[in-house]
């Protein structure tokens, strides 16, 4: 099981990664000001997102093993407040909130996969309360992403496969492989 666990770990580490470089392509696409850009009152910036991804990335991975995932000093309902910073802070913002997830998740073991940790009093296998962060964070990223996409329109830099480019881009991935082989 051990083996197994690690590579487990190993393969959240690497999705966490991916939609945190995700991320980061798209809030660098964007100024100080399209950040803070709302379809509607009530609508998320991705400033807000941001925001809220970091509460919960600290409240979550702070002290993982030992105490509940919802830390008492956590003010949630701060995160959703829109309030001014620029792109420079919202940077730090995101790059703290990743290192506190990735630096949580370096010391685990295969073998703690199975042990339980708690999330708002709600028992969770470690594996599980993982599972149910890199969801949580991807759909936040791709809010990021399709907001971004909203704001630049056709200057949009995209990020993954453009339309009607999959055949291109399988044949080059195929001739990479064999170069490397």
Request: proline share 2%; hydrophobic share 35%.
């Amino acid at each position: 099981m051990e083996p197994l666990g690690e590579m487990i770990k190993e393969a959240m580490i690497k999705r966490f990664l991916a939609y945190k470089d995700l991320g980061e392509k798209a809030i660098r696409q964007l100024d100080d000001q399209q950040i803070h850009w709302k379809h509607r009152d009530g609508d998320n910036s991705i400033y807000t997102i941001v925001k809220h991804m970091h509460g919960n990335m600290l409240s979550r991975f702070t002290d993982f093993m030992n105490s509940d995932g919802e830390k008492t000093w956590r003010k949630r309902d701060d995160e959703f407040k829109e309030n001014s910073a620029d792109k420079e802070t919202i940077m730090q913002l995101w790059n703290e909130g990743w290192a506190c997830v990735i630096s949580a998740l370096g010391p685990l073991c295969g073998k703690d996969m199975g042990k339980t940790v708690t999330i708002r009093g709600e028992a969770h296998t470690v594996a599980d309360a993982i599972l149910r962060q890199i969801a949580h964070y991807a759909y936040h990223v791709g809010q990021i992403v399709y907001l971004g996409k909203t704001i630049k329109d056709n200057d949009w830099e995209n990020l993954s496969i453009p339309r009607d480019k999959s055949t291109e881009y399988n044949r080059y991935i195929q001739q990479k492989q064999q170069h490397a082989e």
